[in-house]
DNA sequence: ACCTGAACACCGTTCAAGT
DNA sequence: ACCTGAACACCGTTCAAGT
């Protein structure tokens, strides 16, 4: 019989978790299974994709509890950034599988209603969401990129005190470095606020 | 005889822009000019990707025109989206290539230095200038991310202004959004100068 | 109707066989 | 030494053959 989606999700998980992204294959999932390639509960391996992603973002279904705009909007970019670092190569699993998926909406939507509660106008409040949204994004990718010796190398041959500085921003906490970012996007949007609509 | 480097890349490039990045295979591309799928001067696809990569961001190698900090990040921003999207799959090869790839740290380079040029300590100008690129990272991502129809489904089926909301925003005009975002970060950074060391 | 397992057309990479 | 072209171990997907 066809084995049910929850052990076929959890079964994936593992499999990205021990052999990364590319790992995941039809055959080899199949075969962990005990059932022939096209047994399983998904028609093809970009159904999966999703299915494995839209579970990793279901931890985003509760807004932050209640408190100051900017606290709760942080609260749940750190969320998202928990979520995407969750599963190895999750933030290259979601970038495939789709930004737009029904979850990341969901986030989404919280998001938007965090910053209309607090005031500003829906068309603005979804732009914005959406802008930090991308910045999680883009920082999860860099976060779980491998991290070859690049700038190591670059900041030997160069010289370059430029280089040796992001070197050294590179191998830096990387929460610590997530915080800064999103303060500064946090800051924008405080000036947003301030300024007419 | 051997492709020239240059020639391979062109070729790979046009595989790319035609069948997308999964399009390009190295049987393919050697079939396209008429090599064995070993006479290419790569020893492997990673290595071919991070030579696409690599070209892609060479449009970044000179820094922007004296002026204002601020508008000599803001052009550097939309140098580095315009290289990603300007192949298709740009941002999705960048990001799984390598972020720390030698010309994406030029790229970060020359933006830190517009920053320390412009008084900020180099520590925070590097923390700074990588908060950006990953923000233009994952707009563009979200902007090439094949766009199906599940925002517009989400908000028939909620009938949730803020589903509507959300979905109007990710149909606007990308280039107008991706300003919106990084006018938010710039008023961050101002702030950045204005606060004590 | 359903599960089985092979087959199809690919992929990246390697290697022996020729010149 | 070098180019050739097949072979290897895979991949996602499909399908005929059995029960």
Redesign the interface.
């Known amino acids: 019989m066809r084995p049910r989606r929850a052990d076929v999700l959890r079964a994936a998980r593992d499999l990205i978790d021990n052999e990364g992204l590319d790992g995941l294959t039809i055959l080899a999932l199949a075969a962990a299974m005990g059932v022939p390639p096209d047994g399983l509960p998904y028609p093809s391996r970009q159904a999966l994709l999703e299915g494995v992603a839209d579970e990793l973002l279901s931890a985003l279904a509760e807004p932050p509890p209640a408190g100051p705009w900017d606290q709760r909007l942080i609260t749940l970019a750190h969320r998202l950034r928990r979520a995407l670092l969750s599963l190895r190569d999750g933030p290259?699993l979601v970038?495939?599988a789709?930004?737009?998926?029904?979850e990341t909406?969901h986030a989404?939507?919280t998001g938007?209603?965090i910053l209309?509660d607090a005031g500003l106008p829906?068309?603005r409040?979804?732009?914005?969401?959406?802008?930090v949204?991308?910045?999680?994004?883009?920082?999860t990718?860099?976060e779980q990129?491998?991290?070859?010796d690049?700038?190591a190398k670059?900041a030997a041959t160069t010289g370059?005190?430029?280089?040796v500085?992001?070197g050294?921003?590179?191998t830096?906490d990387p929460g610590r470095?997530f915080e800064?970012?999103l303060?500064?996007?946090?800051?924008?949007?405080r000036?947003?606020f301030q300024s007419p609509a």
Do not use: K, N, S, Y
């Not at 789709?98 to 029904?102: E, F």
């Not at 949204?133 to 920082?139: A, D, T």
């Not at 370059?160 to 280089?163: E, G, L, T, V």
């Open positions: 290259r970038a495939e789709a930004v737009t998926d029904p909406m989404a939507r938007m209603q209309v829906p068309d409040a979804a732009w914005t969401v959406l802008a949204i991308q910045f999680v994004v883009g920082h990718i860099e990129a491998p991290r070859d690049t700038p670059l370059d005190d430029a280089a500085e992001l050294a921003a590179l830096a470095r800064f970012g303060a500064l996007i946090v800051d924008g949007i000036r947003l």
